[in-house]
């Protein structure tokens, strides 16, 4: 029998600790901005940035920095480029007045470490809500995993989901910024390949670990699961789910966070109409996929 008290307090738990990584994101990030917009040129020092897609804390690293040119949002600045591991020397540059001035670079956090970042952070936190699953006895099919649900149908209709959500994201975001708010770009530059090998990568390892995440810990335990073993109302459990996912994007800026909120209604909406996460695994994965090729490519 399932200890549905338990499941609920440990998962309550890991969004809460999900939560406070994204806050220390967010922080890392406008940091990092702040000390770019008050550089105003571009011979100013390269500030260094450190943050995943959604919810990671700085990390250490000896790599060249990745670039930052635009404000900060899963989606930022002029494209980050991937450069060979190992620090630049200092520069010397004239002075208006004609004497001269040294640039010492930072270490920071490259396109690649945050690939990393991404999938080991994620990718445990995953592992650690199916070993919470398991020992609370929580079933699959709670999920929205029962064997019906895995089937070439659900990945059709995840792929036509996804296509259908990504066009309302676009419109959302141009609606948004017809009102003076910034899209969410940064973040998306940052994590953006520059090469093929970086484009297979990103789009057959990054991508899929998030989406696979996101939507188990958002609409598999948060809907699925907690209506499952709670007598709740599915609406109560969609909003609540969403508005977390939309706070878990914080680094996203405002604009991002509101975007990714609307994107989690029609996420959670799809979730209980099919009852299938693969549907929604599906779907995720299109939206991020098509937000980096329709914008990233070039």
Known sequence: ??????????????????????HISTQVLQE???????SGTADSQPVSRTADSNYLPAAE?????????????????DSATEQPSHTQPPTT?????????????????????????VVF????????????????????????LALEALSATAVASGLAVGVALYGLSELSVRGLGRLGTEPPTALREALAAETPGGWAVLL?????????????????AMIGALSVGFDLPVWLLVIVSSVTFGLGHS?????????TGLLGVGLAGVFVWSESLVVVIVAHYVINALEFVVHERG
């Open 1 to 22: 029998m399932a200890s549905w008290d338990l499941f609920l307090i440990t998962v309550s738990a890991l969004v809460g600790i999900l939560l406070v990584l994204t």
């Open 32 to 38: 990092a901005v702040g000390s770019a917009s008050q």
């Open 61 to 77: 690293t000896q790599e060249t920095p990745v670039g930052l040119d635009d404000p900060v949002p899963p989606e930022m600045g």
């Open 93 to 117: 540059r004239p002075s208006a007045g004609g004497s001269t001035r040294t640039d010492q670079p930072e270490l920071s956090l490259t396109t690649r470490s945050l690939w990393a970042n």
């Open 121 to 144: 952070t994620q990718g445990l936190f995953g592992l650690l809500l199916a070993v919470i699953a398991w020992q609370t006895g929580v079933p699959a099919a709670a999920f929205g």
């Open 204 to 220: 057959l390892v990054v991508l899929p670990v998030i989406a696979v995440f996101e939507e188990l810990l958002f609409r598999g």
């Open 251 to 259: 680094a996203q800026g405002r604009t991002g966070m509101v975007v």
